[in-house]
C-alpha cells in the first residue's frame, strides 16, 4: 500500500525528504485513477515554486491532470525517465516513476500534510462521496 | 480529478452488470453509462489492431424506414445516393441541415427495397428521430433503438472468431456488406463494418441475447486473446483511422465539404435536404478544413483548444495519444488557406504556444491481406 515514511497531498501527491531533499510523485491511487499515463510536462532545474503550485501536467489517454507541488522549494533534479517513458509512473509511482525533487524552503509545511494512514482514511472518505 | 456522476439517472445497456463483472471502468457518455475501459486504453487498443477486441456499442440508435416510399424518402433525407444500395449493403452518410452542415452522421442499411435501418448516435437519437419523421413523406419512421443491443467484434482476428458463434460463416460479407444470420440460434444482423479502421463485424441482436453473445465471444475468442474493449479505445481507434466523431470533429457549424466528407454527398442523384447550401458553398469556395496533425512541439492537443494558422483562427477537435505511433496525434479544422499537408500552425496547449503541422490522414492503415 502508500508507504508509511512519505508525506500525502489532498491532491495526491507524496514527498519523501532526505535532509534537505524533498522527491516528488504521485500517490498509487492518482495513477490508477488517470489511467496509462503518456505524457509527462515537468519544469526546469532552477524553478522555484511555492507550496500548492502547480509544477507541471501529467496526461493519460483520456485525459490532463495538473500536479501541484506539496512544499516549496526549488527545482534540482527532474526524472528524465518518467519524462522520456511515462508508463514508469503507473508500474512504480513511489519508486521509479517520481516526478521531481526540490531544495526544500522549509520542513514546516510537512506538518500540513497526510500520514499515509491519515490518506489511506481521506481515500475512503472521497470514494464515499462519490 | 474528475468524479462520477452516479446521482443523474444514466441509462444502461444489457450488458451493464457483465461490464461490472469483467471491472469495467464505466462513465457518462452522453447518457449512457458506459466502459470507458476494462484493462487499459493502451492494452485494448493493441488488441484491437493485432488481435480482436470486443465493443459494447448498443447506446447507438437505430431507426427504421418502411413503406413503399423508403427510397425516395431516403434520397431526401440524406445526401449519399441510396438508389446505389442493394439489399444487404449498408454505406454511410448523414443527416443534414438547409445550412448544409451535420445534424448527425450515420449507417444507411438497406434490408429490403421497402425496408430501411439507420444507426445514429446514442446522444442525438431523438433528434434524429423527429428530424426524419417530420420529413420522411409516406414513408415511415420508427425508433428501434430498444429493440437492438449491438456488439462490435473487431480486428484482424474477428472475421474467424465471429464466425464460432453464427449460424452460418459470415467471412464472406464485402465490406459494407451485411446480412440476417442466427447468433447462437437468435436471430441477428451481422454487418462486416466498424469504428476502428480494422476489419470486423457489428452485431445487431436482441437485448436479451446481448449478454450470452458477449461471453460467448469472449470464450471464443480465447486463443486469439479476444479483448472487451471501452469507449477509450474506441475513440484512439477511430482517431487514428480518421473517422469522424459527432460532437468533436463534425456537428451543426460543419459541412462535408468541411469536414473532407465530400464522398458521401451525390449532387447529382437529386435534391436532398442541404443540397443547395452544400452547392453554393462549393461555388464560394470551401472556407475552413478538417486536417489531421502531428505535433512539432512536446504535448497534445486536446478538442477545443485554439489553433493559430498564418490564415487565421482555427480549432482543435479531437487530439490524443496515438498507441500505434506512439505519439500525439489530432484533427484540427483550420482556415482552407492554412490547410495544405506540411503546414504548421500554433495551438495553445493551457497557456503555452506549441507547433503543430498538418499530415496526410488517415493516421493509420490496416495492411490489405491477400484474399484466399
Known amino acids: 500500500m502508500n508507504p508509511e515514511d512519505l508525506h500525502y497531498a489532498a491532491s495526491h501527491e507524496w514527498v519523501r525528504v532526505d535532509g534537505e531533499i524533498g522527491t516528488i510523485g504521485i500517490s498509487d491511487h492518482a495513477q490508477k485513477e488517470l489511467g496509462e499515463i503518456v505524457y509527462l510536462e515537468l519544469p526546469e532545474v532552477g524553478h522555484a515554486y511555492n507550496a500548492d503550485e502547480e509544477f507541471g501536467t501529467v496526461e493519460s489517454v483520456k485525459a490532463v491532470s495538473e500536479l501541484f507541488t506539496p512544499v516549496s522549494g526549488e527545482v534540482v533534479e527532474i526524472n528524465k525517465a518518467a519524462v522520456a517513458e511515462p508508463g514508469i509512473v503507473n508500474d512504480d509511482p513511489y519508486g521509479d516513476g517520481w516526478l521531481i525533487k526540490v531544495k526544500l524552503s522549509t520542513d514546516e509545511e510537512l506538518k500540513k500534510l497526510m500520514t499515509a494512514e491519515r490518506y489511506a482514511e481521506y481515500l475512503k472518505e472521497e470514494e464515499k462521496e462519490k | ?372
Open chain 2, 1 to 372: 480529478m474528475s468524479s462520477s456522476a452516479e446521482a443523474v439517472s444514466l441509462k444502461r445497456t444489457p450488458l451493464y452488470s457483465l461490464h461490472r463483472e469483467l471491472g469495467a471502468k464505466l462513465i457518462d457518455f452522453g447518457g449512457w453509462e458506459m466502459p470507458v475501459q476494462y484493462q487499459g486504453i493502451l492494452e485494448e487498443h493493441r488488441a484491437v489492431r493485432e488481435r480482436a477486441g470486443i465493443f459494447d456499442v448498443s447506446h447507438m440508435g437505430e431507426l427504421e424506414l418502411t413503406g413503399p416510399s423508403s427510397l425516395d424518402s431516403l434520397q431526401k433525407l440524406t445526401p449519399n445516393d441510396v438508389g446505389k444500395l442493394s439489399d444487404g449493403r449498408c454505406h454511410y452518410s448523414a443527416f443534414l441541415t438547409e445550412r448544409g452542415t451535420f445534424v448527425d452522421d450515420l449507417l444507411v442499411y438497406r434490408r429490403s427495397a421497402d425496408s430501411y435501418l439507420l444507426v445514429v448516435n446514442a446522444s442525438n437519437t431523438p433528434k434524429d428521430f423527429a428530424w426524419a419523421k417530420e420529413r420522411a413523406g409516406g414513408a415511415k419512421v420508427e425508433n428501434r433503438s430498444d429493440d437492438y443491443a449491438l456488439l462490435a467484434v473487431q480486428g484482424p482476428k474477428a472475421a474467424e472468431i465471429t464466425a464460432r458463434v453464427c449460424a452460418s460463416d459470415p467471412s464472406d460479407l464485402p465490406y459494407y456488406g451485411f446480412r440476417e444470420i442466427a447468433v447462437l440460434g437468435t436471430p441477428a444482423i451481422v454487418s462486416r463494418t466498424g469504428y476502428t479502421g480494422e476489419d470486423g463485424f457489428e452485431l445487431y441482436l436482441s437485448p436479451d441475447s446481448a449478454e450470452k453473445v458477449f461471453r460467448a465471444l469472449l470464450e471464443a475468442g480465447k486463443p486469439e486473446g479476444i479483448q472487451p474493449c471501452g469507449l477509450g479505445a474506441r475513440d484512439t481507434l477511430r482517431l487514428e483511422a480518421k473517422m469522424a466523431l459527432y460532437g468533436n470533429d463534425i456537428d451543426d457549424t460543419i459541412t462535408p465539404w468541411e469536414a473532407d466528407l465530400g464522398w458521401i454527398v451525390k449532387m447529382k442523384k437529386g435534391d436532398f435536404v442541404g443540397r443547395d447550401a452544400l452547392e453554393r458553398q462549393k461555388a464560394q469556395g470551401v472556407p475552413r478544413r478538417l486536417v489531421g496533425f502531428e505535433m512539432s512541439d512536446r504535448g497534445i492537443a486536446r478538442h477545443g483548444y485554439a489553433a493559430q494558422t498564418e490564415a487565421g483562427a482555427g480549432l482543435v477537435t479531437s487530439g490524443t495519444h496515438s498507441p500505434t505511433l506512439g505519439k500525439p496525434i489530432g484533427l484540427a479544422l483550420l482556415p482552407a488557406a492554412a490547410a495544405a499537408v506540411g503546414s504548421e500552425f500554433s495551438v495553445d496547449i493551457r497557456g503555452r504556444q506549441a507547433r503543430a503541422r498538418v499530415v496526410e490522414t488517415p493516421f493509420y492503415k490496416r495492411k490489405k491481406e491477400v484474399s484466399a
